[in-house]
């Protein structure tokens, strides 16, 4: 995941060790968040009947959990930039891994009615709070801990290990669907997962308690600066910063949300794919972004943030409708190829943008305040951009008739995104003379 190469303690950074805990946390993170997605359509029949409209009850729920994820990062970011990342990160973990038992076995709709709906919904934004925190105390950490020269790669080893994570969901949710029929996947199959994501969370926790706390957060400490209010200080010192945080992960999360994880469900409305055939056409997606992450790391760290960022932003414009077109052609072998084609073509773009997002708008913050500076900037964009693109995209699909909306909006954003990008600083530490 693009941290071997950093030494056991290197200059005014962390030990290997902690560096890993750190990265592997966010494999737990999205393994556990977008399992939601990837078993959608069978938490639709289970928690919500199946009837007409379930499918789109199931995005309602996801879209206004994650409307929680700003708030968690606020409340994580204070802890992080009060009492250190370290102590923001135990304790998201320890509520994830909580919200992840309880949903695990929680009744459904044939036990307890719509009861099960709103308790489904209420473990979600559960889950949203927390991993609101999460990813943000893991970019901070990873930035903080890494060498000057490693930055790029070693942050984008959260965006790396965390579709890592989403592999992993669609993956256990593929062989789940492919070994139970209709009726036991229904009435105790889809546990199973989640049974699986509580596990991986305990045990991240228990390896997270013995991390070393992030040399940043340990030079504010030793000089005193520590923000008494960290929310206070963002917003009077790093509008600017805040911004354009905003800008870089707004899109980011509409390529990863609408180009990667909205695909799914994507493929069963528009050309009927069977849900075992759309999630194995996930795993692939998942695949490429965890090969391209590491490579547009490295990029950023040898050309700088800005170039990448615009050549990305630029892909972002020109591809996403042609993808679609490609993903929704017809049924025949021929059309499978395509829509493979579409979705890694997709994937890459969104993993890439992904990566180097992770640092650049890290980079644009200074130590003080840094978590809640993400939480306010790029975590309240991805709420926006990433929670709800997905009911967006379906319901404008629906309404329309016209299969390319998704597309259509990924292009949207890119290209609101470009003048923001074209006026941004490079941030990449100019390498130091020796």
Do not use: K
């Not at 997270?208 to 008494?228: I, L």
């Amino acid at each position: 995941m693009g941290i071997a190469g950093v030494g056991d303690a290197p200059a005014n950074g962390v030990s290997r060790q902690s560096l890993a805990v750190a990265a592997f946390s966010t494999v737990v993170e999205w393994y556990d968040f977008t399992l939601y997605l990837y078993m959608a359509t069978i938490l639709s029949r289970v928690f919500f009947g199946g009837g007409a409209g379930s499918l789109a009850a199931v995005l309602v729920g996801f879209a206004v959990s994650y409307l929680m994820r700003p708030l968690g990062a606020l409340a994580f970011g204070s802890i992080g930039d009060r009492h250190g990342r370290r102590a923001a990160m135990l304790i998201s973990m320890a509520l994830m891994t909580a919200a992840m038992v309880a949903t695990a076995l929680l009744p459904t709709r044939a036990q307890i009615g719509p009861a099960a709906a709103w308790a489904l919904l209420a473990l979600r934004c559960v889950m949203s709070f927390s991993v609101g925190g999460e990813y943000t105390g893991v970019v901070a950490y990873l930035l903080e801990g890494a060498r000057r020269d490693r930055r790029g790669l070693v942050t984008s080893s959260a965006a790396a290990a965390s579709e890592i994570g989403a592999l992993l969901a669609a993956g256990v949710s593929a062989v789940t669907v492919a070994s139970l029929g209709t009726a036991a996947l229904d009435a105790w199959g889809w546990r199973i997962p989640f049974f699986v994501g509580a596990a991986l969370a305990g045990s991240v926790w228990i390896m997270r308690s013995w991390m070393e706390e992030s040399p940043d957060f340990e030079r504010q400490r030793a000089g005193g600066t520590v923000p008494g209010s960290p929310l206070r200080h963002a917003l009077a010192r790093h509008r600017t910063a805040i911004a354009r945080g905003f800008a870089i992960s707004a899109l980011g999360s509409i390529t990863y949300y609408v180009g990667i994880t909205y695909v799914p469900v994507f493929l069963a409305t528009v050309r009927g794919t069977s849900e075992g055939a759309s999630l194995r056409l996930s795993v692939i997606a998942a695949v490429v972004v965890i090969l391209v992450t590491p490579v547009t790391g490295m990029l950023a760290d040898r050309w700088g943030r800005r170039p990448v960022l615009l050549a990305l932003c630029g892909c972002g414009i020109v591809l996403p409708i042609t993808m679609f077109a490609l993903m929704a052609s017809g049924g025949s072998s021929g059309g499978v190829f395509w829509a493979l084609v579409g979705a890694v073509v997709l994937a890459g773009v969104g993993g890439g943008v992904s990566a180097v997002g992770a640092v650049a708008t890290a980079e644009l913050l200074p130590g003080e305040g840094r978590m809640t500076g993400l939480a306010l900037g790029a975590t309240t964009a991805t709420a926006i951009f990433g929670g709800l693109t997905p009911l967006v995209a379906q319901l404008l699909i629906e309404r329309t008739g016209w299969p390319l909306v998704p597309g259509a909006m990924i292009a949207l954003v890119a290209a609101c995104a470009l003048p923001v990008l074209l006026g941004l600083p490079e941030t990449r530490p100019l390498p130091i003379r020796r």
